[in-house]
């Protein structure tokens, strides 16, 4: 076949950490060995926040790629730019529809139109060190705020007496980041919060405000240790133990297995109620013709089948959003080798989702803006919470 005869798409991504990148690439290079009329080129274009202002850019002049990885929030933007391929009709004409977890649904929808398919999902819980819990004689894992501070608060040590903490409790997430927002999203769930009151910005609520100052107190407590601005994905601390505890998924896994280290997996503790935040990302489609569309489209059913997300699942940790797939002996006989996985399926059952609305940028970065505060004991979190909350009103009035 000659190259004229080929229709060659692009996919922009922030697949990480590397591991997970080339496994991608692996199963890209599969797609494209099995259909010889397409060919997909997928492209690393850095972490997802640094990637916005070149997505919009590139929306907004016609240079979009084919297809985007990124957060399902990302939707209201990319719709009200007229930029994204709607995917009812597509999805609903596929058999392709029925094997996609219901869960999933909520974040492919905006207005009535579907405008992604997820990629893989995904929710946080709180990762461990066992062995350095045992040291501070912690036997049992904690379950509310409460236990959780405590725990924080025995992990803290200075272990060679020269005055300086060595070893944090937490490694906290800092930084105005969707990354940010979605670790500390749980928190304000779980203790009754929420971001939107009648699609409407509503940041000052008692659960916000509690779960910003359990932050708060972790950190004028030296109980915790933030991490360097909008990087609360890194886990060097967590590997090295200088933070026993640390808030992040299972895509962490297939890097976690290769290393030498101890460690474990605990929901996120409660205040009022269980809460998780479903994760991960979907995939948009950028109008183009009908050709790199429909190639593009082929790639989407290729993603969601039973094969690419099983294959994912058991070498990244993600959960597969394919019921087929969850279903297979193959996923069933790993979560039993890989136990710490039953967390993240457990809390799928009461995962939410953020927000689905055209603004949702700005929500976020709002809230990242007051949690950076609160963190940093710049402000008080109702103080943080309330400056935010009326930047809101005006951009969304």
């Known amino acids: 076949m000659t190259d004229?005869?080929?229709?060659?798409?692009?996919?922009?991504?922030?697949?990480?950490?590397?591991?997970?990148?080339?496994?991608?690439n692996e199963?890209?290079?599969?797609?494209?060995?099995?259909?010889a009329d397409i060919e997909v080129e997928a492209l690393y274009i850095g972490q997802p926040d640094a990637q916005l202002p070149k997505i919009f850019a590139a929306s907004v002049s016609g240079e979009a790629p084919d297809m985007l990885w990124f957060v399902a929030q990302l939707t209201g933007e990319l719709a009200k730019l007229g930029a994204l391929l709607p995917l009812e009709n597509w999805l609903d004409s596929s058999p392709i529809k029925a094997e996609i977890d219901p869960t999933m649904f909520s974040s492919m929808e905006l207005?009535?139109?579907?405008?992604?398919?997820?990629?893989?999902?995904?929710?946080?819980?709180?990762?461990?060190?066992?062995?350095?819990?045992?040291?501070?004689?912690?036997?049992?894992?904690?379950?509310?705020?409460?236990?959780?501070?405590?725990?924080?608060?025995?992990?803290?040590?200075?272990?060679?007496?020269?005055?300086?903490i060595d070893q944090h409790g937490i490694f906290l997430s800092l930084g105005k980041g969707e990354w940010t927002v979605f670790v500390w999203l749980p928190f304000i769930y779980s203790a009754g919060g929420n971001l939107l009151v009648d699609r409407q910005p509503n940041l000052?609520?008692?659960?916000?405000?509690?779960?910003?100052?359990?932050?708060?107190?972790?950190?004028?407590?030296?109980?915790?240790?933030?991490?360097?601005?909008?990087?609360?994905?890194?886990?060097?601390?967590?590997?090295?133990?200088?933070?026993?505890?640390?808030?992040?998924?299972?895509?962490?896994?297939?890097?976690?297995?290769?290393?030498?280290?101890?460690?474990?997996v605990f929901p996120i503790p409660e205040l009022e109620t269980p809460a998780a935040v479903l994760g991960g990302e979907n995939l948009f489609v950028f109008k183009s013709n009908p050709q790199r569309e429909q190639a593009s489209l082929k790639f989407l059913e290729y993603v969601l089948s039973e094969d690419f997300q099983t294959i994912w699942a058991l070498k990244t940790g993600y959960l597969p959003i394919n019921i087929k797939s969850q279903e297979s002996e193959l996923y069933q006989k790993f979560v039993q080798e890989n136990p710490v996985?039953?967390?993240?399926?457990?809390?799928?059952?009461?995962?939410?989702?953020?927000?689905?609305?055209?603004?949702?940028?700005?929500?976020?970065?709002?809230?990242?803006?007051?949690?950076?505060?609160?963190?940093?004991?710049?402000?008080?979190?109702?103080?943080?919470?309330?400056?935010?909350?009326?930047?809101?009103?005006?951009?969304?009035?």
């Not at 004229?4 to 991608?24: A, M, Y």
């Not at 199963?27 to 259909?35: C, G, P, S, Y």
């Not at 060190?129 to 025995?154: C, D, N, V």
């Open 4 to 24: 004229s005869q080929v229709t060659k798409i692009t996919l922009w991504h922030g697949i990480n950490p590397p591991e997970n990148r080339d496994i991608f």
């Open 27 to 35: 199963l890209v290079a599969k797609f494209n060995q099995e259909h």
């Open 111 to 164: 207005n009535g139109h579907i405008y992604s398919i997820p990629f893989a999902t995904n929710n946080a819980a709180i990762f461990y060190r066992p062995s350095l819990f045992a040291e501070a004689g912690i036997a049992e894992i904690p379950q509310t705020w409460q236990e959780f501070k405590l725990a924080a608060q025995k992990l803290t040590k200075d272990t060679n007496n020269d005055g300086r």
């Open 204 to 264: 000052v609520n008692e659960g916000a405000i509690a779960a910003l100052q359990l932050g708060a107190d972790l950190v004028a407590e030296k109980w915790a240790i933030l991490s360097a601005p909008e990087r609360g994905y890194e886990m060097d601390d967590f590997l090295s133990g200088k933070a026993a505890m640390q808030v992040t998924g299972p895509w962490t896994l297939g890097q976690l297995s290769q290393l030498d280290i101890d460690y474990g």
């Open 341 to 397: 996985l039953e967390v993240f399926l457990d809390q799928m059952k009461y995962t939410r989702s953020r927000p689905i609305i055209p603004k949702y940028t700005r929500l976020s970065e709002n809230l990242g803006r007051a949690i950076e505060a609160a963190l940093l004991g710049a402000q008080t979190p109702e103080e943080a919470l309330t400056r935010s909350q009326k930047r809101l009103e005006l951009i969304f009035d």
